[in-house]
């Protein structure tokens, strides 16, 4: 049977909502609605607890500061909504205010929500590009992405990673692993947005809100896309002044 | 400074800048480009303090923030051309050596220059511009400019280092207002609007939420808002002190264009060229580098706009013609368009799903993914000449990032009698 309305928490847009994360959102909602589910999007403002009548939460990334801003609300808040049941996706800096702590450009430490078993320190250089990965224990077609972060993440025992690097940036600098992946939560460094890029993975997640079986769409744009960029075939050089 | 050292840097300027503009002209004979990015390359290799010693005894004004640089750059120079000849780097080439390059070529003692967001603290230091003027700042090639607390931060250390007498800010812009008084240099602050608040809504100064109101904005926790202003764009009108008020009839369309002109005539006004002076001349100016000229191609009357991050794809739909006129998108990510296409999720294309709409460029499959779950319906096409074919013939606005721009510039241009 489907659920009348599955409702969705866009979190704290203002202060994470850097790198066209507000896309992972509405990617998760039109392949509910073309699938003739009712979904909601509950869009949660800074200085508002995470909701625990949520189905799926979406944390996106953000700067050093507005990051800040939404950690100790996370802190105090995310668990509750993960004991109801929510299914959580974290990108980027989301990924890093789910740990245990991380670390700013500016040195300071910052406690994160502790759903992941991950700590992130402030790296020397960016790490900035683009990204294929295979799936670690998911069932899904190759990701690909884009990263960019200064943050170094490593994962402690409780936490798998969501998938293992072919090409591009890593969690850290000398490693493989992407993302983490601990019950419902899933993090990941990729953005592009990353659901856009993997409806695989946005099917997952609606899978895992819902319990739904859901019907396979036809991709045909995303599976263009997907196949150029797992090509990765940049095109040919532009002369630039 | 002794005798002996300062010969020798004087020889080694004058010995790079010759170097400098053969290169250039080099590279302009074997049509590598305009020269002028190599010339100013080869100077600054050569010789690095030369910027500052071709910015020595000329008054400098430099033109900054993440959309309207150009525009802004060039109606200022319009308006101070009032007093005599201006030098600018007119040709878009704005880091250091951009800039240099300018500096060199030609030699007025005025000088106005866009300055690329991240180029901008190494600028003011080795020009020492004697005006600043500061126009928005939001997102825009994140993987290659950076975020923008870490510019607002650069900027003001730059500027507290500086010896800028004077700042021209648009104060309807809370990140500009927090670095700007982050400084000890005074402010002209003008109210050019700000339509893009996404990137400004949470305050610089304490992480508090931004309240904007019709009348202006403040952060509920601090208290930071909007400076009173001294010039005051209302629709066409600009109000100067609240006192008197010039109309800008501009031949350059759209609400961004109007706040580009309220800044320069705001600069203008400082170096001493009256608002009601300057604005005629501003009103003849009809494109900016190619931005909204308009080509004809193959019986259709095609105009070209620039937008290269999502508050420039909002200013510039708010352009385009009517619905149902056709829009063709091209969008690249090459390195100057920044490599993440990540912001087109960020872009109102929503706006776009009651016309015909053809979505090209060399990542026109991000696009077309972007317009697909925006709900407009859409073709893909190779090239923005090839899309131009899919539509009816008349007139067609061609959205283009920057890359993207000069690509189908060129490529329409070559297709026409000019």
Redesign the interface.
């Known amino acids: 049977m489907k659920p009348s309305r599955v409702r969705i928490a866009h979190l704290y ?3 994470l ?7 992972n959102v ?2 998760l909602a ?1 392949r509910l609605r073309w699938r003739d589910v009712a979904a909601e999007v509950v869009t949660v ?3 508002s607890p995470v909701p625990t009548t949520c189905d799926l939460i979406v944390i996106g990334g953000g ?4 990051q ?2 939404a950690a100790a609300e996370l802190a105090a808040s995310l668990p509750a909504a993960l004991d109801a049941g929510a299914v959580v996706l974290a990108v980027c800096a989301g990924l890093q205010l789910l740990g245990h702590t991380y670390s700013t ?1 500016s040195g300071q430490t910052v406690a994160g929500a502790g759903v992941l078993d991950l700590t992130t320190v402030a790296g020397r250089r960016r790490a ?3 990204v294929l990965a295979d799936p670690v224990d998911l069932e899904l077609p190759r990701l690909t992405g ?1 990263a ?1 972060h200064a943050g170094e993440t490593r994962l402690g025992p409780a936490a798998h990673p969501l998938a293992t690097v072919v090409s591009g940036p890593a969690n850290h600098p000398g490693g493989k692993d992407e993302g983490a992946v601990q019950g419902k939560v899933v993090g990941t460094y990729l ?3 990353v659901l ?2 993997n409806p695989g993975l946005a099917d997952h997640l609606l899978q895992l809100a819902t319990g739904l079986d859901l019907e396979d769409l036809p991709d045909e ?2 599976e ?2 997907r196949q ?1 960029r797992l090509g990765h075939r940049p ?1 040919p050089r ?4 | 400074m002794s005798r002996r050292p300062r010969v020798a840097a004087a020889a080694r300027h004058w010995v790079a800048s010759r170097l400098a503009l053969v290169a250039g002209r080099l590279s302009r004979l074997t049509r ?7 010339t100013g390359r080869v100077l600054l290799l050569l010789s690095p303090g030369s910027l500052a010693r071709l910015s020595r005894d000329r008054d400098v004004v430099l033109v900054s923030g993440t959309n309207g640089k150009s525009t802004t750059a060039r109606l200022l120079a319009e308006a101070w051309r009032v007093q005599g000849p201006v030098t600018t780097n007119g040709d878009g ?1 704005n880091l250091a050596a951009g800039v240099a390059s300018a500096l060199l070529t030609s030699s007025h003692r005025r000088v106005v220059l866009e300055v690329d967001e991240l180029a901008l603290p190494e600028v003011i230091a080795r020009t020492s511009p004697a005006l600043v003027v500061l126009l928005n700042l939001a ?1 825009d090639q ?2 290659r400019v950076g ?4 510019h607002l931060r650069l900027w003001s250390a730059a500027l507290r280092s500086s010896n800028v007498e004077r700042l021209v800010v648009n104060a309807d812009d809370p990140l500009l207002v927090a670095a700007a008084t982050a400084t000890p240099v005074p402010v002209s602050w003008v109210g050019a609007g700000l339509t893009w608040r ?1 990137d400004a ?2 305050c ?1 100064r304490c ?1 508090g ?1 931004i309240d904007f109101r019709d009348d202006g904005w403040s952060c509920a926790h601090c208290g930071l808002s909007r400076p009173p202003l001294e010039l005051r764009l209302d629709e066409g009108t600009l109000w100067v002190e609240d006192a008197e008020h010039v109309d800008l009839d501009l031949s350059l369309p759209g609400r961004a264009s109007r706040a580009n002109a309220a800044m320069a005539l705001a600069a203008a006004r400082e170096l001493g060229v009256e608002p009601a002076l300057a604005a005629p001349r501003l009103a003849r100016v009809s494109d900016v580098a190619g931005r909204f000229s308009r080509i004809r191609v193959d019986g259709r009357d095609v105009r070209l706009l620039l937008a290269k991050n999502p508050a420039g794809v909002e200013a510039v739909l708010d352009i385009v013609a009517p619905e149902p006129g056709p829009v063709v998108l091209a969008i ?1 990510a ?3 368009d920044g ?8 872009a109102p294309f929503e706006r776009l799903r009651r016309r015909p709409v053809v979505a090209t460029g ?1 990542r026109g ?2 696009l ?7 709900g407009v319906e859409h073709l893909t096409a190779s090239s923005v000449k090839q899309a131009l074919h899919l539509l009816p013939t008349g007139s067609c606005d061609v959205i283009a990032n920057y ?1 993207a721009f000069s ?1 189908a510039r060129e490529s329409l241009r070559a297709g026409v009698q000019m």
């Open positions: 847009p203002e202060a909502g850097t790198y066209g994360d507000g896309g509405d990617v039109a403002h800074v200085g700067e050093d500061e507005p800040s801003v450009t900035i590009g683009e884009f960019n953005h592009g947005p856009a890029r744009e995303v263009h896309l150029e095109g532009l002369r630039w002044r | 590598r480009g305009s020269g002028s990015s190599i080439a997102r994140l993987d975020e923008v607390s870490h996404k809504q949470l610089q992480g939420l690249n090459e390195a100057p490599r993440d296409p990540s912001w087109l999720w960020d060399r499959s991000d077309s993914v972007r317009l697909h779950y925006a890359s690509m």
